[in-house]
């Protein structure tokens, strides 16, 4: 099985910034995609970026320009740059990985922008 322990959640200031980072664990063989996805109250959970092994990525819509996605593939790890961060940011955001095949998903951490 492969665990997923996210951090770097918490409250930031619109036009802040805040790091997510996931570590992931386990009996790793190969991990494909590795990603990011949120959900705030009342709505879908959405896609907010994705890398995959050759360093190719994608970015939802409404974070293209102040996000950035990155692994360290020697360390089992992916962050979440987020830059000029607006209210409507605020989500709990879980962490996503596939390996051999399967869908991980972290615990989730909470980030929350204010005005």
């Known amino acids: 099985q492969v665990q997923l322990v996210e951090s770097g959640g918490g409250l930031v200031q619109a036009g802040g910034s805040l790091r997510l980072s996931c570590a992931a664990s386990?009996?790793?063989?190969?991990?494909?995609?590795m990603g990011w996805y949120r959900q705030a109250p009342g709505k879908q959970r959405e896609l907010v970026a994705v890398?995959?092994?050759?360093?190719?990525?994608n970015y939802g819509d409404s974070v293209k320009g102040r996000f950035t996605i990155s692994r360290d593939n020697a360390k089992n790890m992916v962050y979440l740059q987020m830059n000029s961060l607006k209210p409507e940011d605020t989500a709990v955001y879980y962490c996503?990985?596939?390996?051999?095949?399967?869908?991980?998903w972290g615990q989730g951490t909470q980030v929350t922008v204010s005005s």
């Open positions: 996503n990985v596939i390996h051999v095949g399967y869908n991980y």
């Open positions: 386990g009996s790793i063989i190969s991990i494909g995609a």
């Open positions: 890398i995959f092994s050759g360093g190719i990525t």
